[in-house]
């Protein structure tokens, strides 16, 4: 392959996929004929779980190589178009794919934050960080900041920075992973989390980015066409309109509709509804009694006591349960899941109970408008303002972190290493974004359509014909549905159900009514995306300890074999820890993801743009900058988080955890512009290499000064 001019590979790479695609969905064709003469859904299941990880691990195989520079860029020859596509695949996480439409679901308008956060950061990557590294070379991000810095310890931190972003980020991937897998199989999520790492490792252990690159590619494809197949079904009929973003306005008239006769207390469903309502207000007030009552015995030294006061109820409710005559099996498997579920310490607990506490006072509430921005809550039309004004800036805080994260996420900047020239990184990230495009300009569409299905087909149905949809998901996780007759009148109201974002998508194709293969084929473009993020993030995890650590700090005479047995062991130890870690399902996706987003603004971005268009930005600035964006994040981010034992109160203008970047980002910019001004100028050659990077040829050679 190395032999062929770059337009003959181009050719071959089109050719390739393109029989791919084909194979797919004849493949898929198969398998709904195949479901018509009685395959079970389980063996559905399995054979997608099996065919799919089967494929990737077979692209690892033939991916499979001992040069350097194609185990860590893929040997500078992946066309923009492919580089796109991958660049996608790595995007879409679990998060885009999962996620994205389960906000929009639930926080309507103001989701729209992701959608705009992640698809406006890349205009900053093309204009001011992609052709830039390209031109520099080199392998990593870690490797800029060491070559343009100098000195070990801006490539250090660099590091550090690199596998916090990227362990929060891949965390939630194989939290999705597990997820997933879970659903298509029926096997418990521990155990689905570490089968989905099966499958990230054999795309990434052999090949490394090389193998990632054109797995990538292949997981593109799958998981769009699973994406759009179901909202198009769902958009068909609905409103009779086979293109969802033009069916999205018709459809939303009708929610606003059906929201208005929910809120009001005149109309049946309404007065319904009401009655509901004010049973979750108790609810809701009898949380916080209990809630006062912890705070009150931690206040006088007696967490603990009280925490283990707790426990032992939990554990006389489950001997109750098993005593009891006739035995209920339902009800002693519940007493065993609180037992089991029940935190570990007082923190956690009372960080669960102001959850449920929280979940209580939101279905104690009026359905929000799903088309209203910012919708402030309140007694008073002040309180409802003053809510309404922390939303907004919630809003913009999250898009300016989520943007401004876009353009510093190590995975995804290295991507732009792979092309062949400057020329090609340029287009690399109009196609990366036109892939991206083609999913989140759906997913409110699909939001819509599944919060239509909701409202006019499950709410105000009877408990006795309850969708098999609802209960298959309760079964796989109770606090992603779960659907409880609480006002005991037989029906179902919308504030009767738990529905959880990340299901929505992957529920969708039963919601639609629509053959368990499409289901089968949804949580198999889920599991794409998922295990391409994955793929990219453990690989940049592994390559900043293997060559920036091992190689270009400890051992520079290492050989290259020494240097990739490194990279795959640590890749191996990595996955597994991440691994262990998803599996005590530390946060929801979404809030991960964002994470991640915010501490790689805080850490990366400040010294990156003003390493490229600063000159004076020097090595005392960049460690400053780096070290207190990232510290000031992640501070933050433990203060206010509750799973860390945080708390609201200390946030800083109503700016939720998430967003911690908006006070990282500038902490690091400070840090860079004060510490570079107090010290002396960088070195000439720096400078020069500053002019080399700042203005780079169309053409971009592929050995540049600085590599």
């Known amino acids: 392959m190395t032999a062929l001019t770059q337009s003959q590979f181009y050719s071959q790479l089109k050719r390739y996929y393109s ?30 779980l099996a065919a799919t990880i089967a494929l990737y691990a077979g692209i690892g195989i033939m991916s499979k190589t001992a040069d350097v520079s194609e185990y860590y860029v893929a040997g500078r020859r992946v066309p923009a178009l492919f580089n796109g596509m991958a660049t996608g695949a790595d995007w879409m996480s679990a998060a885009s794919f999962i996620g994205m439409a389960g906000t929009l679901y639930l926080t309507g308008y103001d989701g729209l934050a992701f959608v705009m956060g992640w698809t406006g950061g890349y205009v900053l990557v093309a204009l001011f960080l992609a052709p830039y590294l390209r031109k520099f070379g080199q392998f990593t991000i870690p490797d800029f900041l060491g070559a343009r810095y100098g000195g070990n310890l801006p490539r250090t931190i660099g590091v550090i920075a690199a596998i916090i972003c990227s362990f929060v980020y891949v965390v939630a991937q194989i939290y999705g992973v597990g997820l997933i897998t879970a659903r298509l199989t029926g096997i418990e999520f521990a155990i689905g989390v570490y ?92 949380w916080g009694e209990k809630l006062k009552a912890l705070e009150a015995a931690v206040a006088a030294g007696q967490g603990e006591a009280f925490w283990a006061e707790q426990k032992a109820k939990a554990e006389q409710k489950l001997a109750d349960a098993r005593a009891a005559m006739p035995l209920d099996e339902k009800a002693v498997a519940a007493a065993e899941k609180e037992l089991k579920d029940f935190p570990p310490n007082i923190d956690k607990l009372k960080a669960k109970w102001k959850a449920a506490e929280s979940g209580a006072k939101a279905k104690a509430g009026p359905v929000p408008a799903h088309a209203t921005p910012f919708a402030g809550k309140g007694k008073t039309e002040e309180e409802k303002q003053k809510d309404s004004d922390t939303k907004r800036l919630n809003f913009l805080a999250l898009v300016l972190c989520l943007m401004v994260g876009t353009a510093s996420l190590p995975h995804i900047l290295m991507r732009y290493y792979t092309t062949p020239s400057v020329r090609e990184a340029r287009r ?113 995890i592994a390559n900043a300890l293997s060559h920036d650590v091992y190689y270009k ?155």
């Open 195 to 286: 089968v989905g790492l099966a499958g990230i490792l054999v795309c990434s252990f052999l090949g490394g980015m090389r193998a990632v690159t054109w797995t990538q590619v292949a997981q593109y494809i799958i998981l769009i066409i699973a994406y759009m197949v179901p909202v198009v079904w769902l958009s068909v009929n609905i409103a009779g309109n086979p293109v969802p973003q033009l069916a999205y306005g018709q459809v939303l008239q009708q929610v606003t509709t059906k929201e208005k006769e929910l809120n009001d207390p005149n109309t049946p469903l309404g007065a319904a509804e009401a009655s509901v309502r004010a049973i979750h207000k108790e609810k809701a007030a009898e």
């Open 19 to 48: 029989f791919y695609t084909g194979g797919f969905i004849a493949f898929i064709i198969l398998l709904a004929i195949l479901e018509q003469m009685g395959l079970s859904n389980q063996w559905i299941g399995y054979i997608f």
């Open 428 to 540: 690399s990230v109009f196609w990366s974004l036109f892939f991206i495009f083609l999913l989140y300009f759906t997913a409110p569409a699909l939001a819509v359509l599944v919060k239509y299905e909701v409202y006019h087909h499950l709410v105000g149905s009877s408990f006795a014909a309850l969708p098999a949809w609802v209960a298959n998901w309760s079964a796989v996780d109770a606090s992603l549905m779960k659907v409880v007759d609480m006002n005991k009148d037989g029906l179902i109201q919308l504030a009767e159900i738990t529905l959880g974002g990340d299901l929505i998508v992957l529920a969708t194709p039963e919601i639609a009514g629509l053959p368990y293969v499409v289901s089968g084929m949804v949580a198999a473009g889920g599991l794409a995306a998922a295990l391409s993020t994955a793929d990219g993030l453990l690989l940049t």
């Open 553 to 707: 700090m400890i051992d520079p005479k290492a050989s290259t074999v020494r240097r990739l047995a490194i990279s795959k062991g640590l890749l191996l130890v990595v996955a597994v820890v991440a691994a262990y870690t998803a599996s005590l399902k530390p946060g929801d996706i979404l809030f991960l993801v964002g994470a991640a987003f915010s501490l790689a603004a805080s850490a990366f971005f400040p010294a990156l743009v003003l390493g490229v268009f600063w000159k004076r930005a020097n090595h005392a600035g960049a460690v400053i900058g780096m070290a207190v964006g990232l510290g000031v994040c992640m501070y933050y981010m433990y203060t206010t988080y509750d799973f860390f034992g945080g708390s609201a109160a200390n946030e800083w203008f109503g700016i939720k955890p998430i967003s911690g970047g908006v006070f990282g980002m500038p902490a690091g910019f400070i840090g860079v512009i004060i510490g570079s001004l107090l010290s002396k100028a960088p070195a000439k050659e720096i400078q020069e290499l500053v002019d080399h990077v700042r203005y780079p040829s169309l053409e971009g050679d592929i050995d540049t000064k600085a590599a």
